[in-house]
T-cell receptor, first 109, second 114 residues
Framework: GQNIDQPTEMTATEGAIVQINCTYQTSGFNGLFWYQQHAGEAPTFLSYNVLDGLEEKGRFSSFLSRSKGYSYLLLKELQMKDSASYLCAAMDSNYQLIWGAGTKLIIKP | IAGITQAPTSQILAAGRRMTLRCTQDMRHNAMYWYRQDLGLGLRLIHYSNTAGTTGKGEVPDGYSVSRANTDDFPLTLASAVPSQTSVYFC?????????????FGSGTRLTVV
């Protein structure tokens, strides 16, 4: 079956760095997405990886290892506004997104 | 402002009633999607449409129907609501079904079936 695993909740300190991991099992693979979702709001697109390696976009970076079925989202210089849920989603062979349940990130001062 | 508009924002609905959730986009995106989001679960695809005039079933289609008469509108209908359909419903769109630039989501409809 198809499955996405990510931690339910993480806590980090303002100004620090946090890494949110995601493992996936899909029928075929056409890329890995990360979305941010603030409480009560819609998900917003953060990143897309289809090749192995690290993609950096400001304070956020996303990494993919296709051979390991593994990705992570790295957030640097954490700010209070980064408190949100982070959703991992893998695109399967039919170009459908399989979503993880999300990781709730709590930032403490 | 370009994007997706969903209506209503929230609704309390008696079981057995029929309801249509509205979704309109102004980005001329070809593909549109309906998801439900429940606590502790990932977004689950209900129905999708890769282009106007076509629709397809997602992971959890039972009890829901959709239509795509034109590019902009993608309404979701609950024929006879049941309490298990209590959820937050998100409409989303993308340029194509193989889009790698992410989906744009509407702000959601919070539906409670009692």
């Amino acid at each position: 079956g198809q499955n996405i695993d990510q931690p339910t909740e993480m806590t980090a300190t303002e100004g620090a760095i946090v890494q949110i991991n995601c493992t996936y099992q899909t029928s075929g693979f056409n890329g890995l997405f990360w979305y941010q979702q603030h409480a009560g709001e819609a998900p917003t697109f953060l990143s897309y990886n289809v090749l192995d390696g690290l993609e950096e976009k400001g304070r956020f970076s996303s990494f993919l290892s296709r051979s390991k079925g593994y990705s992570y989202l790295l957030l640097k210089e954490l700010q209070m506004k980064d408190s949100a849920s982070y959703l991992c989603a893998a695109m399967d062979s039919n170009y459908q997104l399989i979503w993880g349940a999300g990781t709730k990130l709590i930032i403490k001062p | 402002i370009a994007g997706i508009t969903q209506a209503p924002t929230s609704q309390i609905l008696a079981a057995g009633r029929r309801m249509t959730l509205r979704c309109t986009q102004d980005m001329r995106h070809n593909a549109m999607y309906w998801y439900r989001q429940d606590l502790g679960l990932g977004l689950r695809l209900i129905h999708y449409s890769n282009t106007a005039g076509t629709t397809g079933k997602g992971e959890v289609p039972d009890g829901y129907s959709v239509s795509r008469a034109n590019t902009d509108d993608f309404p979701l209908t609950l024929a006879s609501a049941v309490p298990s359909q209590t959820s937050v419903y998100f409409c989303a769109s993308s340029e194509g079904d193989r889009n790698t630039e992410g989906y744009t989501f509407g702000s959601g409809t919070r539906l409670t079936v009692v």
